[in-house]
């Protein structure tokens, strides 16, 4: 088994963790979490997402957030666009990279972007259109790629349609969604498989939801496939709220224990990280969702 001997974590806590919060967190709150995670040695931070705020209120805040950043050279930041609409407002952000998101599921993009998987092409084509001209990276997020909570369980050749429409609309990266936690190894490796006859195996990344207790080992399934790059979440924060039940992304801090274990490099340092984690927990009123943060915490306690 050759695994990568480096992984690129992007951590989507701003975002996909944050923005399923019913509670409102301050844009105040958003930007110190974002600046914790770049100094524990983040390179790519998701931050927020130019949605509709009727859809997604947590996000309205989204130009606020970007403003207060202080960036740090060598970070990525980016944002999630839907639509021109949203691509425009992002624009005064000055994102690094935007991400078009679509599914692999017809009920799934209803649900979360009000159109079909067809419409949802033929609003990002001209996104990424836009943004490539401006050299800003384009990255695709690519949901319910093992299962939909409303469809059940996907095929994999939905999953290489999908990958196939985003690649054909210039989008430069996908990411390969378990959005309800329901993928378990095998089945992970084929939707990776599905989408990796249309896209380099740098060009691809995990984002894997841990409802199930499962997205450990589909980081790891992924990894034995040869895959470097994964979406992961502080404090295991995270879910979509047009996919009731789902909980977080699988926890930064677990993943780095992981990858540190087998001395795969991240340039994360994992006490920082947790910190970070804990931070964000307390502002929430909860402890981490991550076991190696509550592990750890315990240690230090002790
Ligand atoms: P729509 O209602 O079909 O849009 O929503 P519309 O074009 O018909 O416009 C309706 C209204 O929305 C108008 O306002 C527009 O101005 C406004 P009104 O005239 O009624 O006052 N609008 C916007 N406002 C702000 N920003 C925009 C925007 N676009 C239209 N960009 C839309 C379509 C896509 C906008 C909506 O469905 C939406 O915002 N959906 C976002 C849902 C979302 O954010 N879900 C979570 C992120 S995806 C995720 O978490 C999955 C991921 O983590 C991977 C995984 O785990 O699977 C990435
Ligand atoms: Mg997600």
């Given amino acids: ?61 989204n130009a606020e957030v970007m403003a207060g950043i202080q960036r740090q050279p060598g970070v990525c930041y980016s944002v999630l666009t839907p639509n021109m609409q949203g691509f425009e407002a992002a624009l005064g952000a000055q994102p690094d990279e935007i991400v078009v998101f679509g599914a692999a599921s017809e009920a799934f993009s209803q649900r979360n972007i009000n159109c079909s998987i067809a419409e949802s092409i033929e609003r990002f084509r001209p996104v990424v259109e836009a943004a490539r001209a401006k050299g800003i990276h384009v990255r695709g997020a690519m949901s319910c790629t093992v299962g939909c909570p409303y469809e059940g369980e996907i095929a994999p050749a939905r999953v290489e349609m999908l990958a196939r429409l985003m690649k054909d609309i210039g989008v430069q990266h996908v990411g390969v969604a378990d959005t309800i936690g329901v993928g378990t190894p095998l089945k992970v490796q084929r939707a990776l498989e599905a989408t990796l006859r249309h896209f380099d195996i740098n060009d691809i990344s995990g984002h894997f939801h841990d409802t199930y207790g499962q997205a450990l080992a589909n980081t790891l399934a992924s990894l034995e496939l040869g895959v470097w790059q994964f979406d992961t979440s502080v404090a295991g924060l995270g879910g979509c709220p047009y996919a009731k039940g789902a909980t977080g992304n699988v926890a930064t801090e677990d993943v780095v224990y992981l990858l540190h274990g087998m001395d795969i490099e991240t340039g994360i340092d994992l006490d920082k990280l947790i910190d970070a984690g804990k931070f964000i927990s307390d502002f929430l009123g909860r402890p981490p969702g991550s076991r190696a943060a509550t592990a750890l915490l315990n240690k230090r306690a002790a």
Avoid: C, Y
């Fill in 1 to 61: 088994m050759k695994l990568p001997a480096k992984v690129k974590l992007v951590d989507v806590g701003p975002r996909d963790g944050l923005q399923n919060e019913k509670q409102p967190v301050p844009a105040a709150v958003k930007i110190e979490l974002v600046h914790r995670l770049q100094d524990a040695g983040l390179k790519n931070i998701e931050v927020t997402s130019f949605v509709s705020p009727k859809w997604v209120p947590q996000m309205a805040d």
